[in-house]
């Protein structure tokens, strides 16, 4: 894991769908098994169906390091959390509850430790509830927090420990799910929150989040290690969390197989793929919540592959992306650019501007994107099939003193535009550099 920037902008969407459907994904992260492979496929399983994008109203719930974390609904914005620490919140499968972390620094800005605090969504009951150095992983159920340890050295700042662990947020009880290891871990939880895939080096493991069912070595992958070992290789879950895909095979192969793996231990290689030719695999392979479609950028050019089809190139710049939940959007971002795929190969750019954009996660039919450029930070929400964006919330970072009491939240011109202004010049304080995602859930009807 990297080092922290200045800012974090963290989001937790909130999904209240107007008819009954799967969950939608959340991708956290995010890449020949044939001789290694313990379970073989007897025939290629059939297409995961997939949910279709549903009116959504849309909530979010982001941390400003160095001022706190704010819940923005419709015309409303709150403060929740009044702290310059508060980083990586992750709100309860019933929204009801927020997981977060506070991160302690020495004056000249290293990290020392983060504690595990919760609190009810409105911010009320705020209490820590595990000193040390945790790093949050997310919400196993309504009382069940998942997180890993960090260990601090001066040659890399600090690295995950690569354990595991789950702890009861009403009794405060922790139970070490994994061992810590020499290199990291990594991590992707299943939508409901049941599953943990983890690959260790070029091992996948899959853990139930209470620990009591385990499937060691169910596949290979690429081990491409990356910052503090960790692997760079992508997992994707299925929308209905009873699978998910990931490319197998060795790391000098010419080709990899997108392979589905199974919560009750099958193993089912799907179809061959071209290797990425780049060790960053996990920055440049983005595969569909269906396993059925992958985008992929090969030295420099992108491509839209699937299983049945020949590829075919993309136009415009590939600096990150997303598919849609029901597999049949690729959202990808460029220079001030949005770009929009359809299943053919179509793109469609859209006409307005944004600076530096970053594409976040999807929220029904609706991308969420943040762009930032000098002192200006936002939040988008950008619904591709109208092709129209919404502004969600406006950022200006001034370079004040840190003893300045002046930070206020400043309603812009339209009611979903929020600025605040926050001191930057805060010693040597940093900001979390990656975004830490919540569970989506939908209101009852």
């Given at each position: 894991?990297?080092?922290?920037?200045s800012l974090v902008i963290v989001l937790s969407v909130l999904l209240t769908a107007c008819a009954p459907a799967q969950r939608n994904v959340v991708v956290t992260d995010a890449p020949?098994?044939?001789?290694?492979v313990t379970v073989a496929p007897t025939a290629i399983p059939s297409p995961i169906p997939s949910p279709t994008p549903t009116p959504t109203r849309l909530s979010l719930i982001y941390a400003v390091e160095n001022d706190g974390l704010y819940f923005l609904n419709g015309e409303t914005a709150k403060r929740v959390i009044a702290s310059r620490e508060a980083v990586t919140p992750f709100l309860s499968p019933d929204g009801k509850r927020i997981a977060f972390a506070r991160s302690v620094r020495k004056a000249?800005?290293?990290?020392?430790?983060?504690q595990l605090y919760v609190a009810d969504a409105d911010g009320s009951r705020s209490q820590i509830a595990r000193d040390g150095t945790n790093r949050l992983i997310g919400w196993a159920n309504n009382s069940t927090v998942l997180f890993t340890t960090f260990k601090v050295s001066q040659a890399m700042g600090y690295c995950l420990s690569g354990d595991l662990w789950k702890m009861d947020v009403e009794s405060e009880q922790a139970k070490q799910l994994m061992p810590a290891l020499a290199n990291e871990r990594t991590f992707f939880p299943s939508p409901d929150g049941k599953w943990i895939a983890v690959i260790t080096g070029a091992q996948v493991d899959l853990i139930s989040a209470d620990g009591a069912a385990r499937q060691e070595k169910i596949a290979t992958v690429p081990e491409l290690p990356g910052y503090c070992g960790r692997s760079t290789i992508p997992i994707?879950?299925?929308?209905?969390?009873?699978?998910?895909?990931?490319?197998?095979?060795?790391?000098?192969?010419?080709e990899w197989s997108l392979t589905q793996v199974s919560t009750s231990g099958t193993v089912s290689p799907l179809w061959n793929i071209p290797t990425p030719g780049n060790t960053l695999a996990s920055d440049i392979v983005f595969i569909a919540p269906d396993g059925q479609r992958l985008v992929m950028q090969r030295n420099g050019q992108a491509s839209l592959l699937s299983r049945q089809d020949k590829p075919l190139i993309l136009s415009g710049e590939l600096r990150g992306g997303a598919w849609s939940p029901d597999s049949k959007i690729f959202i990808h971002v460029g220079i001030g650019k949005v770009f929009s795929v359809s299943l053919d190969g179509t793109t469609k750019q859209f006409g307005g501007e944004i600076k530096n954009p970053n594409v976040l996660r999807w929220a029904g039919a609706q991308v969420i994107l943040d762009s930032f450029i000098n002192n200006e930070r936002a939040l988008y929400a950008y619904a591709p099939l109208d092709d129209t964006l919404t502004t969600l919330a406006k950022f200006n970072i001034e370079r004040v003193n840190c003893g300045n009491a002046g930070t206020?939240?400043?309603?812009?011109?339209?009611?979903?535009?929020?600025?605040?202004?926050?001191?930057?010049?805060?010693?040597?304080?940093?900001?979390?550099?990656?975004?830490?995602?919540?569970?989506?859930?939908?209101?009852?009807?």
């Open positions: 894991m990297r080092l922290p920037r020949t098994i044939a001789s290694i000249n800005g290293q990290l020392t430790a983060e994707v879950w299925a929308t209905d969390s009873t699978s998910f895909f990931v490319p197998t095979g060795k790391a000098e192969a010419t206020r939240l400043i309603k812009g011109e339209k009611a979903s535009v929020w600025t605040r202004r926050i001191p930057t010049t805060c010693g040597a304080q940093r900001a979390a550099a990656r975004h830490w995602w919540g569970r989506s859930r939908r209101a009852k009807r």
